[in-house]
């Protein structure tokens, strides 16, 4: 009597446009999750290609004991997953909440933080794990201490990192920090060599095609020949970024079809297998969204900076930049991909290498200071052009 | 009377007239309803703002053009009291966080958390989430774009963020990998003179396809710059022919007499004639390093080939010295001090560069 009811319910619900509605907002809630976030690796055995770190950590991980540890490494390298898989092991779901705190560089974390927030969860006394049968034990550890993880441990002050080092003696017995920076120069020597260090290596272009293949395999995306290894190329050893611009095409891609299928639904009704369609992800639209200036533009500047003859190279060099500013191509973009190309290129000899990159170091603290693109790109490739005429 | 950058400003994306691959791509995005975060960049008057609007536009309906300005006040922990002026429509807000400068990051944490925390209650809406466009973002503080990136993850159902620069060289790349980056590239000099020809049309004007050209060659790709030569030179000429003078902006003039005196006169002198001249220009609130631009591109027009490169030089060096120091009229001064040194030095063949 209920079920039919609810079905009947079903049913003039989904002739009203509701339930179109409503699937679609769910289908969005899944669609909007980042991928990075929807592919994080659930367990240590998950993370990619930092087999040495893993390895350690699954020893501590069935000694059920961990000391403080200090990740570091470029970023994307898997080390705040690597930690969060490794904390969801040893916890499981029950206890994550409580025995868990994680911080990073969007909260407030100056020196009040630290004493009042970080060291009071430290102090807390452990919730004892009540109504775990032993299944749950098995499957997790959950040894006697709490994790605080500092992510982004780097861009805290000197100050907030010197009022943790107290902390973390004083309550070692049931806290254990765990460090998370880019750059381990950052960390003050007294909370450096209280941690074990773990280093995290720029991924290896294999392990991150493997993932990537994955995703794309599940995500069921159309891919153009040699996609991957231009995403890997565009990440620079970064999967996360490699991941972002794979999600941002997919949706390019996609984005066009659905436009497309609402288009049709409209004029025509019967139109229904959109899929038929589907958009396929091509290297150019993935070098697109990374910002990746085409290679044919860059042959012209390159061309342009060759010495002719007697004729100073400035008016060619100088038509080439304005357009390249013009179109609105990254100068910071710019400075990295001619550097690749000027580096490598057999036929320049070392000691006019030299200069060149002299410049090259000059002009990207320049940017970075904000200086004028046009004015700092233009005498970067003038003073190449000058360097290579000897 | 609206000024024609205004009046003959495109309201939809159907009617951009340039880039028709982006507008597809925009209006795609706008329909779909996965709409993500996007960092737009390119020259200032390649079109980003009317891009937007038009998209806000496709995503919303005409109830984004019902705008109102705000001024909001702010605290900031040191108790000092920020005057913020937000423009705003039912569906989304504009903001331009480098108005209050070091501040900026008070803006932004406390005004997008309350745009993020307030669901959209008119159910007749479009779309679940609000927009907030935040212009020049590339001249945000590093600690403001830090409050960005977590916010961009947290909130991401209410709300969607459009930032707007010149440069990504200036926007730190956690925020850049979590954007959708759009490139909006400066129009052509033909899609600037098909812009100019439209809007003679449109108002009824006499057609001169030479003077079209000439303008849009002047422009330097900047349309607004072109419509606006364009219409003052209407607006000044009772009959128009494709040989009627262009008016260069009265500082730019000026820039051009400094430069001949500079050319003409190397000595103590002359500097500080130059120097009254470049006050004028600063307290016109001509930025300096439009300035600086401006006057070296005037100067290597007229100087040596082999001089060039030098010049540029120590252009961009004063220029990056600009960036960094505090007291713009000492860098200005001495790129002129140090343009007149090498021109000499030149002059008198006692190169030894």
């Known amino acids: ?390 | 009377m609206a000024l024609l950058v205004d009046k003959l400003r495109p309201r939809s994306l159907d009617a951009l007239t340039y880039h028709p691959e982006l507008s597809d791509r925009l209006r795609s995005l706008a329909q779909s309803g996965d709409f993500p975060h996007l960092l737009v960049y390119g020259p200032s008057g390649a079109g980003k703002k009317t891009r937007i609007i038009a998209t806000l536009k496709e995503l919303y309906g005409p109830g984004v053009e019902k705008i109102k300005i705000d001024a909001r006040v702010f605290q900031t922990t040191s108790n000092r009291k920020l005057e913020f002026n937000i423009v705003s429509s039912v569906y989304h807000m504009e903001i331009t966080p480098a108005d209050v400068g070091n501040y900026d990051r008070v803006v932004i944490q406390e005004l997008l958390k309350e745009v993020a925390q307030t669901q959209q209650v008119d159910l007749s809406a479009k779309q679940r989430f609000k927009i907030v466009v935040i212009n020049e973002a590339d001249h945000l503080t590093r600690d403001a774009q830090a409050a960005l990136r977590r916010t961009m993850e947290k909130y991401s159902p209410n709300l969607r963020l459009i930032l707007l620069a010149n440069s990504t060289s200036n926007i730190i790349a956690p925020i850049r990998s979590r954007t959708l980056l759009v490139r909006v590239a400066a129009p052509t000099e033909k899609d600037i003179c098909s812009a100019l020809r439209i809007a003679a049309k449109r108002e009824g004007w006499t057609e001169a396809d030479g003077l079209n050209k000439r303008i849009a060659k002047e422009s330097g790709r900047n349309l607004r710059r072109a419509l606006l030569m364009f219409e003052s030179i209407y607006a000044q000429n009772e009959k128009v022919t494709d040989t009627s003078p262009i008016p260069p902006p009265d500082w730019e003039a000026l820039i051009q007499v400094t430069a001949d005196e500079i050319l003409k006169d190397r000595s103590p002198a002359s500097l500080l004639q130059v120097r009254t001249r470049l006050y004028d220009l600063l307290t016109h609130c001509i930025p300096p390093t439009t300035v600086l631009k401006t006057l070296t591109f005037k100067l290597v027009a007229r100087v040596d080939d082999a001089l060039k490169p030098e010049v540029i030089k120590w252009s961009a060096f004063y220029e990056h010295r600009i960036k960094l120091g505090s007291k713009v009229i000492f860098h200005l001064e001495a790129f002129v001090a140090k343009f007149m040194r090498i021109y000499e030095t030149y002059l008198m063949g006692m190169m030894e560069f």
Request: hydrophobic share 40%; glycine share 6%.
């Open chain 1, 1 to 390: 009597m209920a079920s039919t009811f609810f079905n009947n319910k079903a049913r003039a619900a989904a002739v009203s446009s509701s339930s179109k509605a409503k699937t679609e907002t769910k289908e969005d809630t899944t669609r909007q999750q980042p991928w990075v976030e929807k592919y994080r690796p659930k367990t240590l055995d998950d993370v990619a290609a930092q087999d040495h770190t893993t390895k350690v950590l699954q020893r501590t991980l069935q000694a059920s004991n961990l000391p403080h540890m200090l990740f570091y490494g470029p970023p994307g390298t898997g080390k705040t997953s690597t930690i969060l898989a490794l904390a969801k092991s040893l916890f499981g779901p029950a206890l994550y909440r409580s025995r868990i705190l994680e911080l990073n560089a969007s909260d407030e974390r100056g020196i009040g933080i630290v004493r009042d927030k970080v060291k009071n969860f430290a102090r807390a006394q452990l919730s004892q794990p009540t109504g775990l049968d032993a299944a749950y034990l098995a499957q997790h550890p959950c040894p006697p201490f709490k994790i605080i993880i500092l992510d982004e441990a780097d861009s805290m002050t000197q100050d907030a990192q010197s009022a943790l080092r107290r902390t973390m003696e004083t309550y070692s017995r049931i806290t254990r920090f765990c460090l998370v920076c880019n750059y381990v120069t950052r960390i003050i020597e007294p909370l450096a060599s209280r941690c074990s260090k773990f280093r995290f290596k720029s991924l290896d272009n294999s392990a991150a095609g493997v993932r990537l293949d994955n995703i794309a395999r599940m995500e069921n995306l159309k891919l153009e020949d040699g996609v991957v290894e231009t995403l890997i190329r565009c990440g620079e050893g970064d999967l996360r970024r490699a991941i972002t611009y794979l999600q941002s095409a997919a949706r390019l891609a996609g984005a066009t079809k659905t436009g497309g299928k609402d288009a049709d639904a409209d004029e025509d009704a019967e139109m229904t297998d959109a899929g038929a369609d589907q958009g396929i992800i091509t290297v150019r639209s993935i070098e697109e969204i990374a910002g990746v200036i085409p290679e044919p533009i860059l042959d012209s500047l390159v061309q342009a900076m060759q010495p002719k003859g007697g004729a100073s190279a400035f008016d060619a060099v100088s038509t080439v930049v304005t357009d390249l500013v013009a179109d609105g191509w990254s100068a910071t973009q710019l400075v990295g991909q001619l550097y690749r190309r000027v580096v490598f290129t057999e036929t320049i000899p070392d000691i006019q290498k030299n200069k060149i990159v002299l410049a090259f170091s000059e002009m990207d603290k320049r940017l970075v200071d904000g200086a004028d693109e046009h004015l700092s790109v233009l005498d970067l490739t003038l003073r190449i052009a000058g360097i290579l005429r000897g």
